[in-house]
C-alpha cells in the first residue's frame, strides 16, 4: 500500500507539467509483420485543437488509442498529461476524457442513467454528477432528452450524450476519435462549436478525422498516411506551404506523392 500511494503521489506531481499536453517520440506499433504506426513524433500545446487527419487505416485511432493507454506501444515514448504513456497508462486513463469512434454507451439505459453509471466511473457521486449534468446544459441540452431510453435517440443526441459523459470529471485533455463519423452536416457543424467551446475553456482537445473540411476547425494538424505524419502545421500554414486553396487538395497531393 506504501508503494501505491508513492506512486499516486508521484503522478500528482508530474502530472500536467510542462508547456505540451501531449508529447511523443518514435512512437512506433506493430501487429506481427504489419506497422501500424511508424516512429510518429509530435506535440499537442495545451489548450490547442489538435486534429489527426487521415484515411481509414492511416493507423489515426492506434496512435489515439496508445495515447490513452488502451494499447501498449511497440516502442517509442510520449506522455499526455505529464503522464508515461508506458508506464503509467492507468493513470492516464483516469485524467483524460475519451470518445471512441464506435458509440460506447449503454443503449437499454437512459439518458440519465448513462451519466450517472459513467460519472461514477470516474469517482464521482450521484450529487456531483447531477451538478455536473446542470452545468453542462446550457452548452449540450441534455434535460429534454435525460429520461428517454439512448437506444432511441437520434445520432446527433447520442453523439451529444457521449460527449458529456466523456466530460463530467472535467478532464484537462479530451480524446475524439471521429466523433462525428455517423451524423449530419448540421450536427457535425454543432458538434464542431461545441469542441470550440471547450477549447476556449482551457481544454485541450486532441480529434481524428477523416473529413477534410473539419481540418479547418483545428488550431494545428497533423496529416497521417499508411502509419507516418507526412506533414503537420496550422491549416493556413499547410495551404501556404503548397500554395493551395483546401486542406482537401494538400492531403490528395501529399497521398498521390
Known sequence: MKGADKSKNTDRQTAGQGPHAVTVRDLTRTFGDFVAVDHVSFDV???EIFGFLGANGAGKTTTIKMLTGLLA????SGTVDGLDIVSQRRAIRSRIGYMSQRFSLYDDLKVEENLFFFGGVYGLNRAQVAGRVADLEGMLSLSAFARRVTGSLPPGQKQRLA???A?????????????TGAVDPIARRYFWDLISTLAGG???VFVTTHYMD???YCHRLSIMY???????????????KYNMASVEDVFIHLVDR
Open 73 to 76: 506501444p511497440s516502442s517509442g
Open 45 to 47: 500545446r495545451k489548450g
Open 226 to 240: 499508411a502509419g507516418r505524419i507526412v506533414e503537420i502545421d496550422s491549416p493556413a500554414g499547410i495551404k501556404k
Open 163 to 165: 460527449l458529456a459523459c
Open 214 to 216: 473539419e481540418a479547418e
Open 167 to 179: 466530460i463530467l470529471h472535467r478532464p484537462a485533455i479530451l480524446f475524439l476519435d471521429e466523433p
Open 202 to 204: 482551457g481544454t485541450t
